[in-house]
């Protein structure tokens, strides 16, 4: 598909890492078409403002701003005069720099006169000396600003001025933080006055709008601020121009340039979908996990298959022309790929055994690609023998690869009986129903990557945040549930390092599952199968049956049924019903859980995971090697 038509776009390298030619490059790579010079950056660069401007003019980048020029407007003399000193001075290193537009944002100083005439009559005065100069204003209101704070209030002052080298700036951040819109734009506003357009979402938080605009800001699609909704207002009033990117994040800054780039201009492509500018091929219909690979070597398949055997699976078929097994129980099918030279091995070396790939059940692979292609996630083609099926992936921000294949329940036909040999034979009893869901061990700089990955290419959207206790540090945990509950994907942060969450990330090398949970028609069975094939599940404590008597009411014989199957319990408020259970770690790098639904449960059993967490401690432990170093 070509390139889908766009706007320009720029983002603010205060958004990025490192030097300042760094950021310039990383901007340049992600295919940016401009950047905002952040001053402080400039301050800190130890170059002249001309070596800036010619690194960007050869990288292909233009300076779309220079900012910020602070506490400006409406001050007593004699600061006023000094102010406009302090101009002049900036406008020369604007034009060293070639950026033709400076940002004034709304004065926080006390001594700020309180006074609209004032401030437009200083704006005024700045601007006819940019326009001297060939160089133009804009004015922001800050959301903290001392007198003025609303875009309307900044208008009013940009009107009263009435000059051409002067005009607004928006910044959705400012607007949409205080519950604000630019509903009564369009009419009020010509769009030409809209000189600049600064873009950035936020988690709803609650806390001083500063510190949440200095420290949480996110690309749009990564928060909950209605961006989309901003934009479309803004269009509505005529305006188009350069989308930029302002955002003021401590784990931007401190991630890898070059990947936060990519994923800011990923969020403008999104961005100009949802608004319906420049669409990309559509979102595909989700519809199950088709597998989960695991990557291994030939120990760590045997000793995972005695795992899986426990659960109730089998060997279900054989490769025809790479090392690579398929378990199978029931409708939960798992890859065992121990083939060298593939993309398994490769995660194989990095970290050991774990999982390197998922595949999705989506209504047209083909156009996932593309959408991928659009949106600029990295697609991956394994190479094949004769006669076999490719199966196209994307990549998970990790490195994970995400196959796409279609849904054999639409007719599609499965991918299995083109490569494999498929052994005869079905489990006892039916086996597993599925795989309810993967949970992702990632690193707190990460997250906002995964967001942002399962929104614009998948369409999903993460649940609101839930925290969980360790004993060594909290983990915070999001899931992304496809609108029928058919792929269900949590992910647990952890910035501790102590705990078992940031444990896995630190074993996964960053990120990666930590979990597969199956669907189960009887999750008792599978239990007792377990038992009987000498593969306990996680031992869970009497007292966290004591205590979900007195919870939920259960009756002794309830309580002895979950306790000695060693299975967990949860309720929601409609009367759905979870019951679960879990494998130990495995080499420490993931485990397996059981988990069977009753009356539309949509949960992960949250309550669960500290009970789970202290046991898996434990038995660490007594095993030995886990607890080293916690
Ligand atoms: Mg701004
Ligand atoms: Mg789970």
Known sequence: MAEPKRLPTSIATVCLSGPLPDKLEAAAAAGFDGVEIFENDLLTYDGTPAEVRSICEGLGISVTLFQPFRDFEAMPEPQRARNLDRAERKFDTMQALGAGLVLVCSNVQPAALDDPARAAADLHEMAERAARRGLRVCYEALAWGRHVNRWRQAWDIVRQADHPALGLCLDSFHTLALGDDLSALAGTVPAEKVFFLQLADAPRLSMDVLSWSRHHRLFPGQGELPVADFLRDLFAAGWRGTLSLEVFNDEFRAAPSRRIARDGLRSLLWLQEQVGEAPLPALPELSGIEFVEFAVDGAAREELGRLLGGLGFRRAGIHRSKDVELWRSGGANLVLNAEPDSAAAERFEQ???????????????????????????????????????????VRAPDGTLVYLVEDPARGARPIWEDDFRL????????????????????????????????????????????????????????????????????????????????????????????????????????????????????????????????????????????????????????????????????????????????????????????????????????????????
Do not use: K
Request: glycine residues 12%.
């Open 351 to 393: 970290i050991g055994p774990s999982v390197c790939a998922m595949a999705f059940r989506v209504d047209d692979p083909a156009r996932v690609v593309a959408r991928a292609e659009a949106l600029r996630y990295p697609v991956w083609r394994e190479r094949i023998g004769a006669g076999e099926r490719r199966i196209p992936a």
């Open 423 to 630: 052994l005869g034979g079905e489990a006892a009893g039916g086996g597993l129903l599925g795989i309810d869901h993967a949970a992702q061990a990632v690193a707190p700089g990460m997250i906002d990557s995964f967001v942002l990955f399962y929104r614009s290419l998948f369409g999903l959207s993460p649940d609101a945040p839930w925290e969980l206790p360790d004993p060594y540090g909290l983990v915070r945990s999001r899931a992304f549930v496809s609108p029928d509950g058919s792929v269900r994907l949590p992910l647990n942060v952890s910035e501790s390092t102590r705990t078992v969450t940031g444990r896995f990330v630190s074993a996964l090398a960053g990120a990666g599952v930590h979990h597969v949970a199956f669907a189960a028609e009887d999750v008792a069975a599978v239990a007792d199968g377990a038992a009987a094939a000498g593969a306990p599940l996680l031992d869970i404590p009497a007292n966290y049956y004591a205590d979900l008597g007195a919870r939920f009411g259960l009756d002794d014989e309830a309580l002895m049924a979950l306790s000695r199957r060693h299975l967990l319990y949860d309720r929601d408020a409609s009367g759905g019903e979870f019951r679960h259970a879990y494998t130990h770690a495995f080499r420490e790098r993931f485990f397996l859980e059981v988990v069977e639904r009753r009356g539309g449960y949509g949960g992960f059993g949250a309550a669960n995971a500290g009970v789970r967490i202290a046991a898996q401690r434990r038995a660490a432990r007594t095993a030995g090697p886990l607890s080293e170093g916690v």
